[in-house]
C-alpha cells in the first residue's frame, strides 16, 4: 500500500453551563497530522544473506539491501571503516585478507545498518610459495623440515591477535613503564601496553609466530605481489631458525636478549635484501616505488626507535661478521648488545662486567633488570644528539637498574661500569646533560652531590670506571641510597 501522509484542522464547538446560569461556548482547533500505511525504515533482505563470506582473489562480489521504506533513503558503503560508495548497491573487489564491509542508511528519520566480514583468498595465479621457499633454502643454506604454515589476515585482525597474546605480558609491561617514567622517556598519561599495541599494529608487515609455528602474512589494501613476496622471505628466514631450532633462547637478561634478536633479526634482513638483490629488476621497481609512497605514521618515537635497534645492529653485525658461518653464532650467541655494536668484542668474547644494585631497607624492588649499551644510547637520543649519545654509552662495561616503591615514592637507581676512566666521565657528563634536557635546564644544585629537578631529586656519582645515577621523589630518598652505597662524587656541576 502506498504511503500517503496529510495534515487536518478541525473546529470542535463545546457547550458549557456554569453555576452562575452562564451558558458559555469554548471552540477546539484539532489539529492531526500523520501518515497512512507508513513503515519504519528496515532492511527487509539483503544480498549476501550471509554475515560471512569468503571469495578468491579476482572475484566480485555484489552488495545489495531492498528496503522496507526506500523513498528519501540515502546509501554509505564502507571498507574497514572508509567511504568507497554511494550508491544503493556496491561492487567488492580486493586483494587477499580480511575486511569488514558495512552499509549505513538514513531516511532523515532513522538510521540503520548492516554489515559482513569479507575474507578474500589467495587465487593459484599469485604467489608461488613453494618456489619462493625454494629461493629462500638456497639463500639462506637450510632446508625446510616441514612445509611452512601461512594464514592471511587483515591489520586489524593481526592488532586482535597481538592484544590477545600480549595478555599474558600486561603486568610486566606496566612495570616496564614505571621504568621508562623513570628514565623520562615516557608520558605517565600514555599506557605503554596499548601504545606498544598500536606501534605494532602499524609498524609490523607480517610476522612469524613461534608458539604455533604459522607465517602470518598481513595483505595491504594496494601493496603489489613482488611487495608481498619480499616481506615473505623475511618470514620464511624466521621458520627456518625455528625449525632448526635457533629460536631455542631464554634469558632474564634483558640487554642479552636484545643481543640474540639483532643476530635473528640481523640474519633475516640481511638474506631477506639478498632475496631482493636476486628478484627481476621490475620487481624491485615495484617494490621500491611502494615503500617510497608508504605513509606509514608516528606513533611513538621512543618506542619504534627502539624496535628498529634489533634490525640496524642486527645486520650491521650480520655483515660485519660475513666471512664467518652465521649458523655458527647460533652456536655461541652474542652475550651482550656490545658485542654486537662492536663485533671484535664478540671475536674476544668480551663479557659484561657483573653489577647489581643495593637491597633498601623499607623499600620494595619493582623492577631490576641491564639496560645495556643499545638501550643507554637509545634513550639518551631522546634528549641528546646522536652522536654524543653513542659516544655516552659506547664505553659500556656493564650495568645494573633497580625500581623502588614505598606507598607513594619512587627511588630508581643505575649502577653502571665502565671500559675506562675516561669513558665513565663520558657518560657521567651526559647523563647530566640528559636530565637537563628533559628537565629544560631546571636542574638545581641541592648539596655536594645533590641536584633538585622537576620530579624530584637526583645525584650522579661517579668513582673510578662506575657511575651510580640516584634519583627519587624525595630528598629523603636519594640521601639513604646514598648512605647505603657509601658514594660520593668527584665531580661538581655548576
Not at 615495484?286 to 617510497?292: L, M, R
Not at 648488545?337 to 620494595?364: A, C, F, R
Not at 652522536?387 to 637498574?401: R, V
Request: glycine share 6%.
Amino acid at each position: 500500500m502506498p504511503t500517503i501522509c496529510q495534515e487536518s484542522a478541525s473546529k470542535v464547538f463545546i457547550d458549557v453551563q456554569t453555576t452562575d446560569d452562564m451558558k458559555r461556548t469554548f471552540i477546539l482547533l484539532i489539529i492531526i497530522s500523520g501518515c497512512i500505511g507508513q513503515q519504519q525504515l528496515s532492511f527487509q533482505s539483503c544480498s549476501p544473506a550471509e554475515q560471512a563470506v569468503t571469495i578468491v582473489e579476482g572475484e566480485e562480489l555484489e552488495f545489495s539491501c531492498i528496503l522496507t521504506e526506500p523513498q528519501n533513503a540515502s546509501y554509505t558503503w564502507l571498507v574497514d571503516g572508509e567511504i568507497v560508495s554511494q550508491l544503493s548497491s556496491f561492487t567488492f573487489s580486493e586483494e587477499p585478507g580480511a575486511y569488514t564491509v558495512a552499509l549505513e542508511v538514513t531516511n532523515g528519520r532513522k538510521t540503520i545498518s548492516n554489515g559482513w566480514e569479507i575474507t578474500v583468498e589467495e587465487s593459484p595465479e599469485s604467489l608461488d610459495f613453494p618456489a619462493i621457499e625454494s629461493r629462500v633454502e638456497v639463500i639462506r643454506g637450510l632446508k625446510f623440515l616441514e612445509p611452512v604454515r601461512r594464514v592471511i589476515i587483515g591489520r586489524m585482525e593481526m592488532r586482535e591477535n597481538f592484544l590477545e597474546s600480549m595478555q599474558e605480558e600486561k603486568e610486566a609491561i606496566e612495570i616496564e613503564q614505571k621504568v621508562y617514567e623513570a628514565l623520562h622517556v615516557w608520558n605517565p598519561e600514555d599506557s605503554l601496553f596499548q601504545v606498544h599495541v598500536d606501534v605494532l599494529t602499524e609498524q609490523v608487515a607480517s610476522y612469524y609466530d613461534t608458539g604455533d609455528h604459522t607465517f602470518y602474512q598481513v595483505v595491504d589494501l594496494g601493496s603489489p605481489l613482488a611487495y608481498r613476496e619480499f616481506i615473505a622471505s623475511h618470514e620464511l628466514i624466521h621458520a627456518l631458525q625455528d625449525q632448526h631450532d635457533y629460536l631455542d633462547f631464554d634469558t632474564e637478561n634483558d640487554d642479552e636478549y636484545l643481543a640474540f634478536l639483532c643476530l635473528v633479526e640481523g640474519d633475516a634482513l640481511f638474506h631477506e635484501y639478498e632475496y631482493l638483490y636476486k628478484m627481476p629488476y621490475q620487481k624491485q621497481g615495484a617494490i621500491f616505488n611502494y615503500i617510497k609512497n608508504l605513509n606509514v605514521p608516528v606513533v611513538n618515537s621512543f618506542l619504534e626507535n627502539l624496535l628498529t635497534v634489533r634490525y640496524d645492529l642486527g645486520i650491521n653485525f650480520i655483515i660485519e661478521m660475513r666471512m664467518i658461518s652465521i649458523d655458527s653464532l647460533y652456536e655461541r650467541l652474542p652475550s651482550s648488545t656490545e658485542q654486537i655494536i662492536h663485533p671484535d668484542k664478540y671475536m674476544s668474547n668480551e663479557q659484561p662486567i657483573l653489577s647489581d644494585v643495593p637491597v633498601m631497607p623499607g623499600w620494595e624492588l619493582i623492577a631490576e633488570n641491564t639496560l645495556g649499551e643499545a638501550f643507554i644510547a637509545t634513550v639518551l637520543k631522546e634528549y641528546l644528539d646522536a652522536e654524543q649519545a653513542d659516544a655516552a654509552a659506547s664505553g659500556w662495561g656493564g650495568d645494573s637498574y633497580g625500581y623502588y616503591e614505598w606507598l607513594d615514592e619512587y627511588l630508581f637507581i643505575i649502577n653502571s661500569y665502565w671500559d675506562t676512566e675516561e669513558d665513565a666521565s663520558e657518560f657521567f657528563i651526559a647523563y647530566y646533560d640528559f636530565t637537563a634536557s628533559w628537565s629544560n635546564g631546571i636542574v638545581k644544585k641541592s648539596g655536594s652531590t645533590m641536584y633538585e629537578i622537576p620530579t624530584g631529586f637526583i645525584s650522579f656519582v661517579w668513582k673510578g670506571n662506575q657511575v651510580t645515577v640516584i634519583e627519587a621523589s624525595s630528598r629523603e630518598a636519594v640521601e639513604q641510597a646514598l648512605s647505603v652505597l657509601g658514594g660520593n662524587s668527584t665531580v661538581d656541576f655548576c
